[in-house]
């Protein structure tokens, strides 16, 4: 068998082909649709753990066209399929899927925990498979702080890799992006994609990715080649903000959003199987978030943060396919690179600066979040201090929809009036009374003057008194 096929728990009748994306029982294909072995598949590198129908959307969907509408009802549609599949082998007794309500599905096989003690002990002596897994395939990866875990379905060790200095450990719901598992080279190996931040600040923050075998295949260091507006180097404090990454049949591409801790910078690294870095997109300021669209059929990156040249939050859309590019033309020079890409966003908004972040003195507000829905791309942009926020929400092809406050923007702005600092109460904030400006940059149409409309204003219903 090659190194990317394997017997699976349940007696080894069943046989999976993960190169050629195939299943087998006691030798004959099973006849599976390619989503349904995707989904399959996520199963099986999960189990025994129950996956959640999120998450099963998430890994077997992963890569396909973001305009197909894909939802929970896709997951239960093919599972199913998948089990009546299963079900036609071996009077459905020997692999099965087991669901449960809030956990989600998971495999589950014949005499498990006997096969699981039979199979540890074969691979601890060395001996070839009778009937177990030849190749152990990885399932599960953790990562602590100095070192990264791989395991295999039965939660057995596969390899290790320590790094060379203590990370920071991932925050859940914050920074969960930092480790990923993706088919790097589009032949069916998900490896493992890490972004890593050192404790110690002297280290740049670095990439690396390896393949599911452990193979450390390449790292990419947070210091793109960029120089300020007199050619001088930039200070080397680069930090990676967001990662995210693009599939195609040919194999990934991973997209990094940065930020330089020591100044005004950011960009965008694209970085290719090989782990080759070239900057994308060179901002007139930080940038702090990164989502993927397609505008017209062609794949896009939506990218938000700050631009220092006007002193205001922006979100842009820029052509996966077009020439590398710059933040839009104007506003102060200094904030410029030497040595910067040419080439245009499809699309570059500077949002305006709100009441409150003029009352506060702010310079203002970060754009440092985005969401990303069926039809929706919503930029959180900050409006007060923290907690504060403006959701601004827009098409997939970035037209502006419709903007409202958030988190305890009211309650700031009441405390600021019961400071003195703001003249008006609350219901009469002229703020709300218009729709918010904004700045739209095109190539073809250059800047222009438009607007946001306010949601209609369920924030403002009767007082609950
Ligand atoms: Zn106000």
């Known amino acids: 068998m090659s190194g990317n096929s394997a017997s699976l728990p349940g007696t080894g009748r069943f046989q999976i082909d993960l190169k050629h994306n195939c299943l087998y029982y006691e030798g004959g294909l099973i006849d599976l649709d390619p989503q349904d072995f995707k989904v399959f598949r996520a199963l099986y590198e999960s189990s025994p753990a129950f996956l959640r129908v999120q998450e099963i959307l998430d890994i077997a969907w992963a890569g396909n066209n973001p305009r197909t509408f894909v939802g929970p009802n896709s997951v239960h549609q093919s599972i199913p399929k998948i089990r009546k599949a299963l079900s036609d082998c071996g009077n459905g007794k020997i692999l099965w899927i087991v669901g449960k309500r809030n956990r989600g599905y998971r495999l589950a096989w014949q005499g498990k925990d006997i096969e699981r003690e039979h199979y540890i002990s074969l691979k601890s002596h060395g001996e070839p498979g009778t009937g177990v897994l030849q190749d152990r395939i990885l399932s599960r990866v953790e990562l602590t702080d100095t070192q990264l875990i791989a395991l295999d379905i039965f939660k057995s060790l596969l390899w290790t890799y320590q790094f060379p200095a203590p990370l920071h450990v991932i925050e859940p719901g914050r920074d969960e992006w930092r480790l990923q598992r993706i088919d790097m080279h589009g032949n069916g190996d998900r490896g493992v994609l890490i972004t890593a931040r050192f404790i110690d600040r002297r280290i740049p923050d670095s990439m690396f990715y390896f393949s599911s075998t452990g193979n450390l295949e390449w790292t990419v260091d947070a210091e793109p080649n960029l120089l300020d507006h007199d050619g001088q180097s930039l200070p080397r404090a680069w930090a990676f903000k967001h990662v995210i990454v693009s599939s195609t049949p040919a194999g990934s591409t991973v997209w990094a959003a940065l930020i330089n801790n020591a100044g005004w910078s950011g ?13 994308q997109f060179a901002n007139a300021g930080f940038v702090e978030w990164l989502c993927h669209t397609a505008i017209d059929g062609d794949d896009c990156l939506i990218v938000c943060g700050e631009n220092n040249a006007y002193d205001l939050p922006f979100v842009a859309v820029l052509g996966i396919d077009d020439p590398p590019c710059g933040s839009a033309p104007g506003g102060r020079s200094r904030y410029r690179y030497a040595n910067g890409p040419d080439g245009n966003t499809r699309k570059y908004i500077l949002f305006p600066k709100t009441e409150l972040i003029r009352i ?106």
């Not at 960009?267 to 900057?279: E, P």
Request: charged share 25%; proline share 8%; glycine share 6%.
């Open 267 to 279: 960009c965008v690294l694209r970085i290719n199987a090989r782990g080759r870095a070239t900057v």
């Open 360 to 465: 506060l003195d702010r310079p203002y507000g970060h754009a440092n979040r985005m969401e990303q829905s069926v039809d929706n791309i919503l930029v959180a942009v900050e409006a007060a201090e923290l907690g504060a926020h403006f959701r601004y929400h827009f098409s997939l092809g970035l037209e502006p929809k419709y903007v409202f406050p958030s988190g305890n923007y009211e309650f700031q702005h009441r405390e600021l009036e019961q400071a003195g600092k703001v003249n008006h109460l609350w219901p009469n904030c002229p703020e709300f009374a218009e729709p918010l400006p904004l700045k739209l940059w095109t190539p073809q149409t250059g800047w222009t003057d438009g607007t946001i409309r306010w949601r209609d204003n369920p924030w403002k219903d009767d007082p609950a008194d």
